[in-house]
Each structure stands twice: as structure tokens, then as C-alpha cells.
């Protein structure tokens, strides 16, 4: 490898020149780049740090499974390095707490182990790789680093969730992108357009990073300049949305305007209910009005607000503003701009114009419930962590007044045992009555402390903690809160659920619709249990009694139906007529295709096997009828189709295969007629 000779000092310039060189160092020196892993590879006489202890029994194992030698193929080479590397890196940031994701640390993790599956795929291993080779990983890192062993359970349960996402993406992106790429080349191009690859990332989440590598692969460039000009369309629409939705339908550079005539609003809503207050402007879509009437939704503006704006996954507050010569309701309230919120109201009475004093004034309830609502969702991410540990972190939130969701990182459906116990340790939170304590601190402060900063925000010098019961329950927050753990009432899961690979859904009802939630459920509980006349406890075993009885009906109904559909199937089969050669059997059914197709099959089964076989069934349900023909594989042979032989009955609709089609949207009338113009058909053919 190369060594750097460390002899002058540079000034300010671009790049590698265009720079004075301002002398040479007080003490010269040469940078040898040996690392722990290159005096391993010199130590263990091998010609690379693939080779070594630590990865050559992961490159190993990759060239087994792919049924590959090492060092017999330089290509294949690569791509075992490749393996090796990338696994162990991921079982490193793995253990490390990462989880893949779209942002950050999270996105390299994910491109790392979306490129090892994609490589052990070249090589020839279309099945998953990655449980298996991570336990080798983790065998060859655990002597130094005991926390791969620790937490292999996690490690390996978020990779293989990874890598059975990727391998459905890779299976419709691949056909999407071969086919794509089939298509420039045979127009004699060589660019395939940034709009392909955009939609590939759009709609099949296929990585533009690995468009850019499978194109290049088959000679073709990619137009990045023109998937980056839709990546930034796509960006601009998501940024105008959100803004048009913060400002209320306004535009938010009249209100910059608003912001800069009379400074930041005076925001209140961590200590006050109410204030009086200054209409500082009105607005709608249209720009400034003057004047708002009973009935118009309008944006207001403030001098100060109790109101809470939404953020934080906290949904905004509702209430009043009351004044002298009207009275509206607030529908939203956000912050368009750092430092001003602004109220959507409807006027409900009287005229509200700029300059009007007003009595600003959150609804009590609704601010309790939010409080409730956002408490509790500390609470159970607490909880989460304390039953499935610190790696099950929050990746997202949202409040309302009875009502919380968590998302948050993992594999699988959570078990009954588990919900229970995230359950049983929120409720008991709440029985210990916790404190609720807010603070100001530096953010250095908190860190240190540990207090979880979510969503990879932009945070101040200095921060809000929220503590419920100390260390327990620790985050930055900007949102409202109960006094007392136990104010919030109860926590009752309500569902868990999955919104995408790897990442799971907790909702709860928590305050007065929790007990709520609890009635419905135990009054749900009582009628089941009258219903089929069992004490509450016996519920479950009497359901499944149930159900095997049922399920018992109807294999017996379906061994039945058989039964009837080979019976009449042998009746019909002795009924068959000769046509110009050719032994014909047409019947009617009730039910739908399904019935129709077991009919039709059944009797063709039972034609002799030396002799042409026609079989046409019609089947009517619900005023609606459906053609099912087919024929015997000596049929078959002497050229007689079943697909033809629909689309000539139905004059061109229907379709299937010459063994077996069907056409439908037939009136019962029409469908009698159709039958009985087989015969004629057949002797047309």
C-alpha cells in the first residue's frame, strides 16, 4: 500500500492545488497506514485483509453456499470479498444499535447489506445468505467484541428482515430495469432515461445507487441529471405541501412579512389556558382580508396564543377566541415559520377584523386528553424498551386526545406475551403514580444523561427534557404533559400492526376513552360468552371447539359436493353424444365458474381415452352466466381447441388454454342458447 510522506504544511485552496505551501512541518513524519487489520494480514502471512482470521471463514462459507472456489475466478473474487466485508460491517453496526433505514446510519447499513445479498445473487445463491453467514461473522468478532453474541438474536432477526425485503424488491425491480435497459439498447442507445430510474425508485423502491451499478453492468449509462431533477421535483411538491398545510392554505412569504412587522409570537401554551390576545392579521388562500364573517375559515395571527401547534407527533390544540364583536372556533393551529404560529378558525358569530382583542382560550378537556395522550406515549416507549430493550427505539408518533401510536424497529409480530407485558409495565407506571418533571438543560447535559433524541432533529445549545420517574422514561420534548404518571389514567393497547419491512405499530387509548375502550371490551366479552353459553374463562376453548366443528362441516360438505359433481359427472358421461366423431357432453350447473370448471373436468376425466372428448358447461348465479369448455387430450391431438371453441360461441370473448376456457357475463336465456349451439360448432369446425 502506499505511504504518505508527511514533510510540508498547506494554506486555504480548493482541492489537491491551488494552494501556498506555507513551509515545511516542525517534526516530518511518515503515515504508514498500518492498521490493526493490515499488521494482521502481514502477521498471518496472507495476501489481504479479506484473508484474515476474522473474515476469510465468512468469505469461506459465502464460496460454499454459492457453490464458487476462491481464486478461481477473479470476478467471483470480488464479489466473495465483497460478502465477507460487508457482513462483518453490518454485524458490527448491528450490534451497535443501528437498525437499517432511509436516513443516515441507518441508509449505509442498508446499502451494506442490500449490496452482500445482491452480490451472493451474482454469484449464483438465490436463496437467503445472510442468517447464515452473519452466525459465522459473529463466531470469528465475538472473542473481542462479546456483544455480537449478546444481542445475536436482535442482529440476526433485523438483517434477515432486511434481506427478505430486498429480495422482493430486487425480483420486480430487476424485471422492471432488464426490460427498461432491453429497450434502450434496441433503439441503439446507451442512456437510459433519468424517469426510468426514478419510477424504479418511486414505485418499487429499487436504490438509484444500484440502478446506476445493474445498468452499467449491461453497458449502459444512467441520465442522473434527469433523475435528480425529478428527485427534486418530487422534494419540492413534499416541501409546498407541508408548507401550504403549516400556513393554513396562506402563503407563507406574507406571512414572513407578518413575522418580521411584529416579531415572533408570544407562545404560551406550556403555561397558560388562556390569553388575551391581538388580532395581528387575518388571511385566506385569496391573500389579506380585513374582515372575517360568520361562516368564513380564515387564518389568524396572533400577538400571543395559548394554543399548542402541532409538532411532535402532539396534534394542535382546539378551543375558542372571543371577542367584543365575535366569537370563532380553532380548527388548527401549526408554525409555518420558526417563531409564528397561526390559527385556522371558522367564525361562528359576529365579524372578526385585524385589531380586534380577543380572549384566546384552549378547550380544557381537549388539552387534558392531549396531555394524557402525549404522557402516555413516553410511557409506552418506556415500556417497550424495558420488555424488548433499548434497541426497540421510537421511529415515529402520534397523539390525540385518547389516543397514541407508536412505530418503532423489529421483525415480526409481537406476541401476546409481549403486548401484555408492555401492557402490565406502562399500567404499572402509572400505579407508582411517577413523577413528571420538566427541565432546561444544555444539550451536551443531556446527553450525557442519556435522554433519547428522536427523529434525527435539529436541536438548540440548549434543550427541554421531559422525565417521567428519572431515568426511566428520559427524552427531549417539546410537547404537553401530565403532572403525575398516573393522571394519564390507563394505557390500553388497542392493536400492533405492521406499516412496512421491519417496522412495527403500537396504538393505545389512553384518560377516559382507555376506560372506555376496557367497558366495550369487557361488555364484548359478556355477550360472546351468553352467545355461546360459557363462563368468560372458558371463551377460548369453546370458540376453538367451534371452529373445528366448523371447519369439520366443511370438509364433510366439500367431500360431499364431490361426491354429488363425480356422480352426476358419470351420469352425464353416459349420456355423451357422437358429433361428426367426436363424443360431446354439454350440461347445465348452478353456482359460479368454480362449479362450472369441477363439472366440466370431472366429466372429461371419465371420457374414454381414445376418443375425441368435448365437454361444455353453463353455470348461473345470481342472474349471471358462465361458459366452461374442455377437451381430452385426444381432442387436443385431432386439433379441437377449447379457447377457439369459447371465442366461437361468445362471437370473440372469453380465453384460456386449448385444454380449458370459460367466458362469462352471459344472461341465463343467452347462456341456454349458447349450449345448445355446441353441437352445430363443433360440426363447423
Not at 445468505?129 to 432477526?157: F, K, Q
Not at 425480483?171 to 434502450?184: F, N
Request: net charge negative; with cysteine.
Amino acid at each position: 500500500w502506499n505511504l504518505v510522506f508527511m514533510q510540508y504544511e498547506r494554506g486555504a485552496g480548493p482541492g489537491r492545488s491551488g494552494y501556498p505551501v506555507l513551509g515545511e512541518l516542525p517534526r516530518r513524519n511518515i503515515d504508514t497506514g498500518m492498521g490493526l487489520e493490515r499488521m494482521a494480514t502481514l502477521l498471518q502471512g496472507v495476501d489481504n485483509l479479506y484473508e484474515t482470521d476474522e473474515t476469510r471463514p465468512v468469505l469461506d462459507r459465502a464460496a460454499a453456499l454459492a457453490g464458487v472456489r476462491y481464486g478461481a475466478d477473479a470476478e467471483a473474487d470480488v464479489r466473495l470479498r465483497v460478502v465477507a466485508d460487508h457482513v462483518r460491517t453490518a454485524l458490527m453496526l448491528l450490534a451497535d444499535g443501528t437498525s437499517p433505514g432511509n436516513e443516515g446510519r441507518g441508509y449505509v447499513l442498508r446499502r451494506i447489506l442490500r449490496r452482500a445479498v445482491r452480490s451472493m445473487r451474482q454469484l449464483g445463491h438465490q436463496d437467503p445468505a445472510l442468517p447464515e453467514l452473519l452466525a459465522v461473522a459473529r463466531d470469528c468478532m465475538a472473542p473481542g467484541h462479546p456483544e455480537v453474541a449478546e444481542g445475536y438474536e436482535r442482529i440476526v432477526d433485523r438483517a434477515a428482515g432486511e434481506e427478505d425485503a430486498f429480495r422482493a424488491t430486487l425480483r420486480q425491480g430487476t424485471a422492471v430495469l432488464d426490460s427498461a435497459v432491453a429497450r434502450v439498447r434496441s433503439d441503439g442507445g446507451r442512456v437510459l432515461p433519468g424517469a426510468q430510474a426514478f419510477l424504479l425508485h418511486d414505485t418499487y423502491g429499487f436504490p438509484v445507487d444500484l440502478t446506476l451499478e445493474m445498468a452499467a453492468e449491461q453497458g449502459v449509462e444512467v441520465d442522473r441529471e434527469g433523475f435528480a431533477a425529478l428527485m427534486r421535483e418530487q422534494r419540492e411538491r413534499a416541501r409546498a405541501d407541508a408548507r401550504a398545510r403549516k400556513a393554513g392554505g396562506a402563503d407563507t412569504g406574507a406571512l414572513r412579512a407578518v413575522l418580521d412587522e411584529h416579531g415572533p409570537t408570544d407562545w404560551r401554551a406550556w403555561d397558560s389556558l388562556t390569553t388575551h390576545s391581538r388580532v395581528l392579521a387575518l388571511r385566506t388562500a385569496a391573500g389579506v382580508v380585513t374582515v372575517a364573517r360568520e361562516g368564513e375559515i380564515v387564518t389568524v395571527v396572533l400577538d400571543r396564543t395559548p394554543f399548542y401547534a402541532e409538532s411532535g407527533g402532539q396534534e394542535s390544540d382546539a378551543g375558542r377566541l372571543s371577542g367584543a364583536s365575535a366569537e370563532a372556533d380553532v380548527l388548527d393551529v401549526q408554525r409555518p415559520l420558526p417563531g409564528l404560529v397561526v390559527h385556522q378558525v371558522r367564525v361562528t358569530a359576529g365579524e372578526l377584523a385585524a385589531g380586534d382583542e380577543v380572549t384566546a382560550s384552549v378547550d380544557p378537556q381537549w388539552r387534558l386528553g392531549a396531555r394524557q395522550a402525549h404522557s402516555g406515549t413516553h410511557v409506552l416507549h418506556a415500556a417497550l424498551r424495558q420488555v424488548l430493550g433499548p434497541t426497540a427505539l421510537q421511529s415515529g408518533s402520534y397523539n390525540r386526545p385518547g389516543h397514541l401510536r407508536l412505530d418503532f424497529p423489529w421483525r415480526g409480530a409481537l406476541s401476546a406475551t409481549a403486548r401484555t407485558e408492555i401492557e402490565d409495565a406502562a399500567n404499572r407506571a402509572l400505579r407508582r403514580d411517577l413523577p413528571v418533571d420538566v427541565r432546561w438543560m444544555p444539550l451536551a447535559e443531556a446527553r450525557e444523561l442519556g435522554a433519547l433524541a428522536l427523529f434525527d432533529e435539529t436541536y438548540g445549545e440548549r434543550v427541554r427534557v421531559v422525565e417521567i420517574g428519572g431515568a426511566w422514561s428520559r427524552e427531549l420534548c417539546g410537547g404537553t404533559h401530565v403532572e403525575h404518571a398516573s393522571q394519564i389514567g390507563v394505557v390500553a393497547l388497542t392493536s400492533e400492526s405492521s406499516v412496512g419491512a421491519g417496522m412495527r405499530r403500537l396504538e393505545a387509548a389512553v384518560g377516559f376513552e382507555g376506560f372506555g375502550h376496557l367497558a366495550r371490551e369487557r361488555d364484548l366479552v359478556a355477550r360472546i360468552a351468553e352467545q355461546v353459553q360459557a363462563p368468560r374463562a372458558e371463551i377460548p376453548d369453546r370458540i376453538t371447539g367451534l371452529l373445528e366443528r366448523l371447519k369439520a362441516a366443511d370438509r364433510e360438505n366439500q367431500r360431499l359436493r364431490q361426491a354429488a359433481t363425480r356422480a352426476r359427472a358419470a351420469s352425464l358421461v353416459d349420456g355423451a353424444r357422437d358429433t361428426d366423431g367426436v363424443l360431446l357432453v354439454t350440461a347445465a350447473t348452478e353456482g359460479d365458474a368454480d362449479a362450472a370448471r369441477a363439472l366440466a373436468t370431472a366429466v372429461r376425466e371419465l371420457l374414454p381415452a381414445g376418443r375425441p372428448g368435448v365437454v361444455a358447461v353453463g353455470a348461473e348465479s345470481g342472474g349471471k352466466g358462465v361458459l366452461v369448455a374442455t377437451v381430452n387430450p385426444a381432442a387436443a391431438g385431432s386439433g379441437l381447441d377449447a379457447a377457439r371453441l369459447v371465442r366461437q360461441l361468445l362471437n370473440g370473448r372469453g380465453g384460456g388454454t386449448a385444454e380449458l376456457a370459460q367466458g362469462g357475463g352471459l344472461s341465463a336465456d343467452r347462456l341456454r342458447d349458447v349450449l345448445r349451439s355446441v353441437p352445430g360448432a363443433l360440426a363447423d369446425r
